[in-house]
């Protein structure tokens, strides 16, 4: 496989685009004044930014903006509802309407999903909330390094956009190692750390070193795992292999690896075509020789990788480079879930199938998984039970709640939903798999 190459009227390069810049950048390469227009619109709602990899590398122009790369990353109107793109468009004439009317929307879509601002955050000693850390599951901690809260370029489906739109109150960041290093001193159960944001890999790497000198400090043993989310190798590969403190930052990751830790790098793949480019193999073979373990994830959504066959060759090319399937999600309950949503069984399907095509070595992806406020429900297929009743096969993968993890559960069938919050249990033993179940129509 090849990257796309198509003929560019300028290059984008190094930089990136966000804001207004997006609308004119579709504008000179498609030709179409609406579908700029409504880039304009939406990008005033939800965020977006691309790299100049994206935009010269990835996107196959002549196909916008049906190709799936550009449904990836760049604004549509049926990202919100017709209502919602109205407002907001008749509000562009005036700052003050555009605000409130943006804010709106930004409510209606959810922003933190799963009680990411209520249940997530852990408390210190006094009882105040610790700015920058997650603890969900007892043996993992999320750590969301302020400098690191943004990308090279913005997933459309990211169920953490609320990060992104500039508005304190809805974002999560830290201001250095010290809390999170207080904290883990506090809770030796936990042996994974999970730094995530946006994307780590944004940062230089004297900005991400504190962090790793601190894990690697006395006191910390019990931190045997640490792991980093990222999108740089398929988003900016050149900050493996070209950035002018690439070097320094990959004996970082190394130093990690020569104390005895285990470094794994969760990468978020979402089509194949991201792992085509030479610059790409170039960046995952550089991480790989940190001694890292490379692992991938992402949601199946519409208009990008909808099917059995586009999974099946991107976790093939996975593995032939060294990366192990590990997550097939299900697009979460917030932002643009009306335009990549599907059904869950359908979500299934797609995995099911691609499971089916490849050889053992590529069926490490769990899925379809949801990733609720309880915990991460895996759909493990449909089943009919006896008296001919169809019904949806559950387990959770993690809970909050460790005694759930790993027993079947069943929920009644439902050809339409997509989400867990659709979904009823089917009996009573189920309904202590469903928090809130006892209340009037289901969860």
Request: charge should be neutral.
């Amino acid at each position: 496989m090849s990257a796309v190459h198509t003929v560019a009227p300028s290059p984008v390069g190094t930089r990136t685009l966000s804001g207004r810049r997006l609308a004119a950048l579709v504008r000179e390469r498609c030709g179409d004044e609406q579908l700029a227009h409504d880039v304009d619109v939406v990008a005033r709602i939800l965020p977006f930014k691309v790299s100049g990899h994206v935009v010269d590398e990835l996107i196959d122009w002549s196909r916008a903006p049906d190709d799936p790369l550009y449904r990836l990353v760049f604004p549509h109107r049926d990202m919100v509802t017709p209502d919602q793109y109205t407002a907001v468009e008749r509000a562009l004439a005036s700052p003050g309407a555009l605000r409130a009317a943006v804010a709106e929307v930004r409510r209606q879509l959810n922003p933190h999903p799963g009680d990411q601002l209520t249940r997530n955050v852990p408390h210190g000693p006094d009882g105040s909330p610790v700015d920058g850390l997650q603890h969900k599951y007892a043996r993992t901690v999320l750590v969301f390094p302020r400098q690191g809260q943004t990308c090279h370029s913005y997933c459309a489906y990211c169920f953490r956009w609320a990060q992104f739109v500039g508005e304190p109150d809805l974002r999560m960041a830290d201001d250095g190692p010290a809390a999170m290093t207080a904290y883990l001193r506090r809770h030796p159960e936990v042996t994974d750390v999970l730094f995530t944001g946006g994307d780590p890999l944004v940062m230089r790497a004297e900005m991400l070193r504190p962090y790793v000198d601190a894990l690697l400090a006395p006191g910390l043993e019990h931190v045997v795992t640490v792991r980093i989310g990222t999108k740089a190798p398929l988003f900016h590969p050149a900050r493996l292999t070209a950035a002018p403190d690439a070097p320094a930052l990959l004996r970082l990751l190394e130093r990690v690896v020569a104390a005895g830790r285990h470094l794994a790098v969760m990468l978020h793949i979402s089509h194949p075509r991201e792992l085509a480019p030479d610059t790409t193999r170039a960046a995952l073979a550089a991480l790989r020789g940190t001694g890292a373990q490379l692992r991938s994830q992402a949601p199946v959504i519409r208009h990008v990788n909808d099917s059995a066959e586009t999974w099946a060759e991107s976790w093939r090319v996975q593995v032939a480079l060294g990366v192990h399937p590990y997550y097939l999600f299900v697009e979460r309950d917030t932002g643009a879930q009306r335009y990549f949503g599907l059904p869950l069984h359908r979500a299934y399907e797609i995995h099911r199938d691609a499971v089916e095509a490849l050889s053992g070595l590529g069926r490490t992806a769990r899925g379809p998984v949801m990733s609720t406020t309880e915990g991460k429900v895996i759909v493990d297929g449909v089943t009919e039970l006896p008296g001919g009743e169809r019904a949806f096969a559950l387990r959770y993968l993690q809970a909050r709640e460790s005694g759930l993890v790993g027993r079947p559960f069943h929920a009644h069938w439902d050809a339409q939903a997509q989400w867990w919050s659709q979904l009823r249990p089917l009996g009573s033993y189920d309904r202590r798999f469903f928090p809130g179940a006892d209340r009037e129509g289901g969860p």
